[in-house]
T-cell receptor, first 114, second 114 residues
Framework: DQQVKQNSPSLSVQEGRISILNCDYTNSMFDYFLWYKKYPAEGPTFLISISSIKDKNEDGRFTVFLNKSAKHLSLHIVPSQPGDSAVYFCAASAIRGGADGLTFGKGTHLIIQP | GAGVSQSPSNKVTEKGKDVELRCDPISGHTALYWYRQSLGQGLEFLIYFQGNSAPDKSGLPSDRFSAERTGGSVSTLTIQRTQQEDSAVYLC????????????FGSGTRLTVV
């Protein structure tokens, strides 16, 4: 039973355009959401997070939107750059971090084309 | 150290053998997490340490898996009598506390059971 779903295994976007990565969750107890970025042969690195009390969080080119009623969040990257090509994981937690760890989606491989 | 260090980076072992994976967290980080990523899957939470204590070991896949942490620092994940389904990348992360976005991941150990 996948509690965090990333339904697009891959996404190809032209450099300079907007990349939109989507994530859906089923557990209504989740109240903290994170996006991680992973390059090959490296560990995931934290990108941006959002608490359930907010519906938007912005950090430079990265914005995360949360729609609690739809149990959906998305990551917007604008403008997309070649260095953004990586696998992006959506993660969720019922407690910020905590003993239960994070529940991750399977990831979306973002490819930025020149 | 500057980052989370995991060793070995790659391990090939024969089915039925025991393996030991090591994680050296960032100095001063009290929380330590083990995850694994099987091919085509998201990260699966295994176990969390606060100091030397693991409050909940139910995330470990089977009783062939065990983990310990000594001196509030280095952690080892031991897999006994390895099976082919144990093949995965095993990732360790640490954080100052159990906050979700404080995670710093290591580069992982790629375990292949043949």
């Amino acid at each position: 039973d996948q509690q965090v779903k990333q339904n697009s295994p891959s996404l190809s976007v032209q450099e300079g355009r907007i990349s939109i990565l989507n994530c859906d969750y089923t557990n209504s107890m989740f109240d903290y959401f994170l996006w991680y970025k992973k390059y090959p042969a490296e560990g995931p690195t934290f990108l941006i997070s959002i608490s359930s009390i907010k519906d938007k969080n912005e950090d430079g080119r990265f914005t995360v939107f949360l729609n609690k009623s739809a149990k959906h969040l998305s990551l917007h990257i604008v403008p997309s750059q070649p260095g953004d090509s990586a696998v992006y994981f959506c993660a969720a937690s019922a407690i910020r971090g905590g003993a239960d760890g994070l529940t991750f989606g399977k990831g979306t491989h973002l490819i930025i084309q020149p | 150290g500057a980052g989370v260090s995991q060793s070995p980076s790659n391990k090939v072992t024969e089915k039925g053998k025991d393996v030991e994976l090591r994680c050296d967290p960032i100095s001063g980080h009290t929380a330590l997490y083990w995850y694994r990523q099987s091919l085509g899957q998201g990260l699966e939470f295994l176990i969390y340490f606060q100091g030397n204590s693991a409050p909940d070991k139910s995330g470990l896949p089977s009783d062939r898996f065990s983990a310990e942490r000594t001196g509030g620092s280095v952690s080892t994940l031991t897999i006994q009598r390895t099976q082919q389904e144990d093949s995965a990348v095993y990732l360790c992360a640490s954080s100052l506390d159990q906050g979700g976005y404080g995670y710093t991941f290591g580069s992982g150990t790629r375990l292949t059971v043949v």
